[in-house]
């Protein structure tokens, strides 16, 4: 795992969270926001004690209760078809991505990167436990 180098580690990850992106923006209904159910434990528990307790101050900051899920949820409900339009354009499709990256020659799948599919997988499920905002990771179900 030591030789991937930090960019093609980005590159490779840009391609899951765009297939995420487009798998959620492909809904006819927005995603539903639910109340944080993450403790300080669950993450410590993964990270360890150093890193998990910094992840979690910036995990913290983002944790929603029932009333705001609730207030987030009409609002995307009121929002979702233009909302869902802009961010569709805005971003690049998974292909395109892969493709401009299998381009450049740099890795695009893990096993480019030599790491297992669970280790992948387990990193993209947890990778908005150590980020202060919220992204489509956050909306993973």
Same mark, same amino acid.
């Given at each position: ?29 927005p995603p ?16 360890g004690?150093i890193?998990?307790? +910094?992840?979690?101050? /910036? #995990?913290?900051?983002k944790?929603?209760?029932?009333a @705001?899920?609730? $207030?987030?949820d &009409? ?6 078809? +233009?909302?869902?339009? /802009? #961010? ?5 499709p998974?292909? @395109?991505?892969? $493709?401009i990256? &299998? ?8 096993a ?14 947890? $990778?908005?436990w150590?980020?202060d ?5 956050d909306l993973?179900e």
């Amino acid at each position: 795992l030591a030789d991937a180098q930090h960019g093609e580690q980005v590159g490779v990850a840009a391609i899951a969270v765009a297939a995420i992106q487009r798998a959620i923006l492909g809904r006819d209904a927005p995603p539903v926001i639910r109340p944080s159910r993450i403790t300080r434990d669950d993450v410590v528990a993964h990270f360890g004690p150093i890193l998990g307790e +910094a992840c979690w101050r /910036e #995990l913290e900051q983002k944790h929603i209760d029932a009333a @705001r899920a609730e $207030a987030l949820d &009409a609002r995307l409900a009121r929002s979702w078809p +233009a909302l869902q339009a /802009e #961010l569709l354009a805005a971003g690049a499709p998974p292909d @395109r991505i892969r $493709a401009i990256l &299998a381009s450049a020659g740099a890795p695009t799948t893990p096993a480019d990167l030599h790491y297992p599919d669970a280790l992948f997988a387990t990193a993209v499920a947890h $990778a908005h436990w150590i980020r202060d905002r919220f992204t489509f990771l956050d909306l993973q179900e």
